[in-house]
C-alpha cells in the first residue's frame, strides 16, 4: 500500500508497536531504550553543522547586516509575547481545574533523593549564568557540546566575518553552501530509521513507567495535554491566520517532523528537518537559520505551560495557598528561568527547581510528585514547541519582509 510508504505513517506506527512491546514485555520494552537514542543522538550529531552553514551562508550571501539584527529583535519580541502568554494559559487553566487538589503531601511524605540531581543543577541557573554560557569555551567546543546558543553565538560572528571579506571570502562561501546540502542530505538519511526508534522510545516509556502511573496524576496530564491542544489550534491558529497563514496547511508540512518528535519525545529530533522545511515554505534561509535555533531556547510554549501548571500542582497537592500576587510573581520568574536552563539535560526539572527555590514559597522538594509522569507529558511539550517554532519561523520572516509568497503558497497549498 503507497501510504505506507509515507515517513510520518511508518513512525506512528512504529509509535503504536511500541507502546505494545512496552505494555506485554515490558522487561524487553526497556531494553529497547538505545534505539531511540541513538537515533537522537545522530541527530544532535548533525545539528551544529547544519545551524553553522545555513547561518553562515544566510548572512554571507544577505550583504546587509543589519537585517540580521532586525531579524533578531523582531524574533525576541515575538517569543516574549507568546511565551508570556502561554504562562498565563497554564496559570488560568490550573487555577480552574486544580489538578493538585485532594493530594495532601507533606513534606515527610515527599522523596526529596529522588529530585536532588535537578535541584542541585537549580543553583546554577540564572541570568547571568545563562548569558556567560552562551559563550563557548573554544570555537569546537559548541560543537562538541551541541549547545544551540553557542553555535548561533560563532555563527552569527563567522557570517559577519565572511560577509565583509566581500569577494575575497566567496570560494570559503561556496564550499559551504555546497557543505550544508551535503549534510541536509545525511539528515535525510538518518530519518529512515525514525520509526525503529520511535518504536525503541516509546517501548522504554510504557516498559519503565507502566500504564498504571498515569491513573495517579491523570488529572495533571489531561489538562497539560489539553492546554496544549487549545494554544495549538486557538492561540498558534490565531497568530497564524492573522499572518496570512493556515494552521493546517502548516502542519500538513511538517507532519513527518510531528511523528519523530512524538515518537523521540525530544523536539531536537527534527530541528535539522523544520530549517528545510522552513526554506522550501519560502522563508529566508538567514532568518531560518536566526529563528529556529534562538526559537529552540526562548520560543518554548509547551514547556512555559507546563512549568506554570506543574508549580502551581506542586502548591495545590502539598497545601501551600498562593495568593494572586504570588502567582503572578511566579510568571514574572519563569520569564527568567524559563530562559536559564535551555540546552541542558532535564532543563523542565531543573528550571521548575530553580522556579521554586526562587519564590521560596512552594516546597522544592515536590517536584517528586510529577517525576514518575513527566516523561508522559514530555510529548506535549515537544510537540507544542516544535509546532510554535515553526508557526514562528513564517510569521517572523513574513513581518521582516523575508517570505517568498509564490514559493510558500506552492508548498503550503
Known amino acids: 500500500m503507497r501510504f505506507l510508504r509515507l515517513l510520518y505513517v ?30 537522537v543522538a545522530l ?89 556567560i554560557h552562551i559563550i563557548p569555551k573554544t570555537f569546537v567546543s559548541a560543537f562538541v557540546e551541541g549547545d544551540t546558543l553557542q553555535l548561533l553565538l560563532i555563527s552569527v560572528l563567522f557570517g559577519m566575518a565572511l560577509a565583509h571579506l566581500g569577494e575575497k571570502g566567496r570560494p570559503l562561501f561556496t564550499i559551504l553552501k555546497e557543505t550544508s546540502q551535503v549534510f541536509f542530505g545525511i539528515v535525510n538519511i538518518v530519518t529512515k530509521v525514525a520509526p525503529l526508534a520511535a518504536a525503541g522510545a516509546m517501548a522504554f516509556t510504557i516498559g519503565k513507567y507502566g500504564v498504571g502511573t498515569l491513573q495517579q496524576l491523570g488529572k495533571l496530564m489531561v489538562c497539560v495535554y489539553l492546554t496544549s491542544f487549545l494554544f495549538v489550534f486557538v492561540v498558534l491558529g490565531a497568530v497564524a491566520h492573522f499572518a496570512g497563514f493556515s494552521l493546517w496547511k502548516i502542519l500538513k508540512l511538517i507532519r513527518e517532523e510531528l511523528a519523530i518528535v512524538l515518537g523521540t519525545s525530544s523536539s531536537e529530533s527534527a530541528l535539522p528537518g523544520l530549517m528545510e ?52 510573581g511566579l510568571i514574572g520568574v519563569l520569564l527568567l528561568t524559563s530562559k536559564g536552563a535551555a540546552g541542558v539535560t532535564g532543563s523542565g526539572f531543573i528550571t521548575l527547581a530553580a522556579t521554586l527555590a526562587t519564590t521560596g514559597h512552594v516546597p522544592v522538594a515536590g517536584i517528586a510528585l510529577i517525576l514518575g509522569v513527566d516523561r508522559f507529558m514530555s510529548e506535549a511539550r515537544a510537540i507544542t514547541n516544535f509546532i510554535g517554532n515553526a508557526v514562528a519561523t513564517l510569521v517572523i520572516a513574513r513581518w521582516n519582509g523575508d517570505f517568498d509568497r509564490s514559493k510558500g503558497h506552492e508548498v503550503l497549498r
Open 10 to 39: 511508518q513512525v506512528l506506527i512504529g509509535v503504536l508497536l511500541g507502546g505494545l512491546i512496552g505494555l506485554l514485555w515490558p522487561g524487553f520494552g526497556t531494553q529497547l531504550k538505545p534505539l531511540g537514542d541513538m537515533f
Open 43 to 131: 541527530v544532535k550529531m548533525l545539528i551544529g553543522p547544519v545551524i553553522f552553514t545555513t547561518v553562515v551562508v544566510g548572512m554571507a550571501g544577505m550583504g546587509d547586516l543589519k537585517k540580521a539584527g532586525r531579524i533578531g529583535l523582531k524574533a525576541f519580541l515575538y517569543f516574549e509575547v507568546i511565551t508570556t502568554l502561554a504562562l498565563v494559559i497554564g496559570l488560568v487553566v490550573a487555577n480552574t481545574f486544580t489538578p493538585g487538589a485532594g493530594f495532601h503531601a507533606t513534606p515527610e511524605s515527599l522523596d526529596a533523593k529522588s529530585v536532588a540531581v535537578y535541584t542541585d543543577a537549580a543553583r546554577s541557573v540564572g541570568v547571568v549564568d545563562t548569558l
Open 277 to 328: 522545511k522552513m526554506e522550501r515554505a519560502g522563508c529566508d534561509r538567514t532568518s531560518v537559520g536566526i529563528i529556529v535555533p534562538a526559537g529552540y531556547s526562548f520560543n518554548l510554549d509547551g514547556t512555559c505551560i507546563y512549568l506554570t501548571m506543574a508549580a502551581l500542582f506542586i502548591a495545590q497537592a502539598t497545601d501551600t495557598p498562593m495568593s494572586l500576587g504570588q502567582q503572578l
